[in-house]
Every structure is written in structure tokens, then in C-alpha cells.
């Protein structure tokens, strides 16, 4: 199996497009990631070239495998950039599946008044390439356990409630179903990301690593920042593969996870 040996488990300084070159053809289980988009992050003045990440994002990830795109969109003489709606379509094109829509919705933005309501969330796009090898749901409460449903009427009642055609019936006895697309996360610095502008929240790589990859697999980040991605993807028994521009950020993310080990360590 073609394998990545020389960079799994680090961090990387360097431009992301020229270290991915060096990583074997479909090799990567799944990536976790969100560019600096736009003008909305300051990011040490270094520029990326959106189309090269793509590509090499899709020559190394395996079939089967996830790429989990971050972005917003910046608005510019009152108009939003529509940025991450073309680069979405750009990852179609290039041969990704667009396989889910997801939004991290902010539960704590900052406060802005301006002419239109406040924006609170960013895409989470998850493209696949071909069918997704590997979905581990995360769970949530039903909130109607026990509930019926009449097929005819789809009128929800209790289950001691008189339906007048029971044949058309279903209880609903699950007690866990899956999450929404939609995650509400709080908005935040953890003690050791150090000046980096805007890292993840923790939950927001836990879940997608949890849900798109097994132990053992391996999680890139080509844009790690303060290496959240890395860390929790150590922190669940994964491999990983962290490649920031900026030599500050890479500090951090090497000092994040420094202290941190495999179960199998």
C-alpha cells in the first residue's frame, strides 16, 4: 500500500502545494481543513493558490475518502464574494462528490450591526471521491421516542392515543438518531493556540475525524494553523499530517502536540 512514511506524524513548514507533491497518489483517508478565505483572516500576508490545494487535495485522497472544506465568505462593497460557492463548484468539477452540505453554525458570533442580519455560520462542504468508504454517525436524542406516526395523515400522536386506521402506523422506538447537518459550536481560543486568528473549535475536527475516518487512518490538514486537526486526530488513535506557511503557527501546533499520545504509545 502506498504510504506517505516520511510525513505522517508531523508537522510541515512549508507552501501545502509543493510538500502534497511529495505525498504518494491516494493515500490520504481524510482531510480536514479551512483556507483563509477572502479577506477575512490575516494570515501573515501569505497568498494561496486555491485551484493547486484542489487538485492535490483529489490526486492523494483516497477513493473513498473525505475531504472536509471550511470557508465563509467575505463581504466586499456590500456584496458577498460567493467564494465558497465557487470553490465548491471547482472541487465538482475536478472530480470530488459533493456529498454533504454542512454548516457550522456559530453559537456565540460576535455582535455586528449593519443593513442585513447577522452572519453566523460558515459551509462545511464534505466532498468525497466516489462513494464514502467510512461513516461513523454522530448521535443525538430522539425527541419523540415511542411517538407514532399515521402514514396517511402523517399526523404525529402518543402511543395511547386511538388511531383510526392502525395499518398505516409506524412507532418510532429508536431512542438515538442521527445529528442534524447543522452543528452549533461555541466560538473560541483554547489556552494553547496561541495568536492564531481563528482556529478551530475543537468539536468541529473531533467530529468530522470521528465521522469520516477509523483508527489508524490517516488526517491531513494542509492549512493546519495552531494544528487543531492534528491534535484531535492524535487524541482519537489517528494518524496525521499537519503542513502550515507560517513557522509561528507551526510552533504552536508542534508545542499542541507534543504532550499528547497514541493509546497505543
Keep these: 500500500m502506498k504510504y506517505p512514511k516520511d510525513f505522517v506524524n508531523k508537522i510541515i513548514c512549508g507552501n501545502c502545494v509543493e510538500i502534497m507533491r511529495e505525498i504518494p497518489d491516494e493515500s490520504i483517508d481524510l482531510a480536514v481543513t479551512s483556507p483563509p478565505y477572502d479577506a477575512l483572516r490575516d494570515y501573515k500576508g501569505y497568498t494561496f493558490n486555491f485551484e493547486a490545494i484542489a487538485n492535490q487535495l483529489y490526486r492523494i485522497t483516497k477513493i473513498g475518502g473525505i475531504v472536509v472544506w471550511v470557508v465563509g465568505d467575505a463581504t466586499i462593497k456590500g456584496s458577498e464574494t460567493g467564494t465558497s460557492f465557487k470553490q465548491a463548484l471547482y472541487f465538482k468539477e475536478i472530480g470530488f462528490n459533493l456529498h454533504d452540505t454542512m454548516i457550522y453554525k456559530k453559537a456565540n458570533p460576535p455582535p455586528l450591526e449593519q443593513n442585513r442580519y447577522q452572519p453566523t455560520f460558515e459551509f462545511m462542504f464534505v466532498f468525497s471521491k466516489g462513494k ?28 395511547d392515543s ?13 431512542p438515538k438518531k442521527y445529528s442534524p447537518n ?33 483508527e489508524g487512518d490517516i488526517v491531513l ?24 506557511i507560517s513557522e509561528e503557527y507551526c510552533k504552536i501546533a508542534e508545542k499542541r502536540l507534543q504532550n499528547e499520545k497514541y493509546l497505543w504509545d
Excluded at 464514502?132 to 402518543?158: E, V, Y
Aim: proline share 9%.
Design 182 to 214: 447543522v452543528w452549533d459550536l461555541i466560538v473560541g481560543r483554547d489556552g494553547d493556540t496561541g495568536n492564531h486568528p481563528a482556529p478551530f473549535p475543537k468539536k468541529l475536527a473531533e467530529d468530522h475525524i470521528l465521522s469520516w475516518s477509523n
Design 162 to 174: 386511538k388511531m383510526p386506521n392502525p395499518r398505516n402506523e409506524i412507532t418510532v422506538t429508536r
Design 221 to 244: 490538514d494542509p492549512m493546519c494553523g495552531s494544528g487543531t486537526t492534528c491534535k484531535m486526530a492524535k487524541l482519537n488513535n489517528r494518524k496525521f499530517i499537519g503542513i502550515d
Design 132 to 159: 464514502p468508504k467510512t461513516f461513523n454517525p454522530i448521535m443525538i436524542p430522539c425527541k419523540f421516542i415511542g411517538a407514532k406516526r399515521n402514514r396517511a395523515t402523517d399526523k404525529k400522536t402518543l402511543l
